[in-house]
């Protein structure tokens, strides 16, 4: 019998500030209409959980999951550097906002720019979440991240519970580290833009073949920001400048690998607190 592979389907919804603001909320809608029955995992800054609250709210009755993405998304909102009562502050009041803007108190968090710590985890434990998505092991284009980390490339492939004084090295606290998957380059719509809709199917199958020996879960990210129109095309970093910059085309794109990886009967899509309580 063929193992079940679970498929986490992942957006960061943050405000950026070069791109159109009212298609940011826009987006959220169309989105949730064409993801149909697919359930997704949305991590949300404090910031534009307000900003977006009412598509962001239409979202949880469809089955769809709001979790943490930081207060803001600011060089200051960096999760690596923070000590344990500035971590425990800004997470408890993120969540706060969330939880007041959706109706939906967040269990699951990704640090802005894939950041987190020892001091954050020990506050996500203290806030009541569940699951830590902050983490892409052996990735290797570290360059292009700007909350990467060298451990990473250390870091257990599969989820795993974190040591109290290594974010990224197994241990026996009480939450889920969960990975942006990757081989070398993770797996995300970055690399979608850049190598084509063939490359990242073939990409899929590969982290499923792995998934299959492993149980491993699979997960994709990509932003609701990337939909819309850009306004200052200057602010973007080098590699960004290189994407698909037709947003239409970014947008079916996507809906194309979202649907080939859920058309596989053994690949069953869900969000990230239902893996994290198949975990238990």
């Known amino acids: 019998m063929a193992r079940t592979v679970p498929l986490l389907i992942t957006v960061d919804v943050e405000i950026a500030p070069d791109h159109n603001l009212d298609q940011q909320g826009q987006i959220l809608d169309k989105l949730r209409a ?21 598509p962001l709210q239409r979202l949880v009755p469809a089955g769809h999951e709001i979790g943490c993405h930081g207060l803001d998304h600011s060089p200051a909102d960096d999760y690596r ?11 408890q009041e993120a969540s706060q906002r969330i939880t007041m803007a959706v109706g939906q108190k967040p269990r699951c968090f990704r640090g802005p720019r894939m950041t987190t710590s020892c001091h954050t985890q020990s506050a996500l434990i203290t806030q009541g979440y569940q699951g830590d998505f902050s983490v892409c092991a052996q990735r290797l284009d570290l360059l ?3 909350g990467a980390d060298l451990l990473w490339l250390f870091a257990p492939r599969g989820a795993y519970h974190p040591a109290p004084d290594n974010p990224f090295r197994r241990g026996k606290l009480p939450l889920w580290v969960v990975n942006l998957s990757s081989l070398g380059v993770p797996f995300l ?21 792995e998934a299959r020996r492993t149980g491993k879960p699979i997960v994709y990210l990509f932003h609701s920001y990337e939909f819309t129109h850009l306004i200052h095309s200057n602010q973007q970093p080098l590699h960004q400048r290189a994407y698909i910059s037709n947003r239409e085309s970014r947008y079916e794109m996507n809906l194309a690998l979202l649907n080939y990886m859920c058309a596989l009967p053994e690949v069953q899509p869900m969000t990230a607190s239902m893996f994290l309580e198949k975990q238990q």
């Open 34 to 54: 064409d993801l149909g029955d697919i359930p997704v995992t949305w991590f949300c800054t404090a910031v534009a959980a307000e900003q977006f609250s009412a």
């Open 144 to 146: 292009t991240c700007g």
């Open 81 to 91: 550097y923070m000590n344990s009562a500035k971590a425990n502050r800004a997470i």
């Open 189 to 209: 719509s970055g690399i979608l833009y850049l190598a084509g809709l063939g490359f990242m199917q073939a990409f899929f199958l590969a982290l499923l073949a």
